[in-house]
Antibody, heavy 115, light 108 residues
């Protein structure tokens, strides 16, 4: 069974930092591009970032470029999202997702940016 | 960026009805269009990929079609578990990947 389990979400002040993790199991992690997507409360879906299978390429939505960093550990089957300079508009459930063109989603972890 | 506009934003229907949701792209995206279902409090699940191909395990009452700029998702013979929010997503332009704003399907 394919499983993606996110962790690390928390309440953080504007300007703060957070690191999200995603533990993957049930599939050959190193054979898949991986992504982060988010959903603000009561809102739609937004793609955030994607990383190539071997970690050699990264892509970001403009609104997080320079603030967020996606990375992966293909030995431990872990996906990460390092977030800095957090803004209230970054408040959302962040889900890791298997894939590049279409997605298999995890349940997500809530990040709240508020003072 | 490629914009996706779904219509309607919401609709009401009864069990057994058939409904169609439309997704229009701001430019041609060939058949690079996926559809997801998101039940309340759950993660989105892929229903249709490449405009018309059904994901494994998806009931046959879900079908998609379209090419270029206009796409449709049709749900035939609605079941209680189908009342959810549906999103389209384009993968033609990888950066950024974009989603429609969603269509909420409610029980009449």
């Amino acid at each position: 069974e394919v499983r993606l389990v996110e962790s690390g979400g928390d309440l953080v002040q504007p300007g703060g930092s957070l690191r999200l993790s995603c533990a993957a199991s049930g599939f050959a992690f190193s054979s898949y591009w991986m992504s982060w997507v988010r959903q603000a409360p009561g809102k739609g879906l937004e793609w955030v970032a994607t990383i190539k299978k071997d970690g050699s390429e990264e892509y970001y939505v403009d609104s997080v470029k320079g603030r967020f960093s996606i990375s992966r550990d293909n030995v431990q089957n872990l996906l990460y999202l390092e977030m800095k300079g957090l803004r209230p508009e970054d408040t959302a459930v962040y889900s890791c997702a298997r894939g590049r063109n279409s997605f298999f989603w995890g349940q997500g972890t809530l990040v709240t940016v508020s003072s | 960026d490629i914009q996706l506009t779904q219509s309607p934003s919401s609709l009401s229907a009864s069990v057994g009805d058939s409904v169609t949701i439309t997704c229009r792209a701001s430019q041609s995206i060939d058949t690079s269009l996926n559809w997801y279902q998101q039940r309340r409090g759950k993660a989105p699940e892929l229903l249709i990929y490449a405009a018309s191909s059904s994901q494994s395990g998806v009931p046959s009452r879900f079908s998609g079609e379209g090419i270029g700029r206009e796409f449709t998702l049709t749900i035939s013979r609605l079941q209680p578990e189908d009342f959810a929010t549906y999103y389209c997503q384009q993968s033609y332009s990888f950066t950024p990947i974009t989603f429609g704003q969603g269509t909420r399907l409610e029980i009449k």
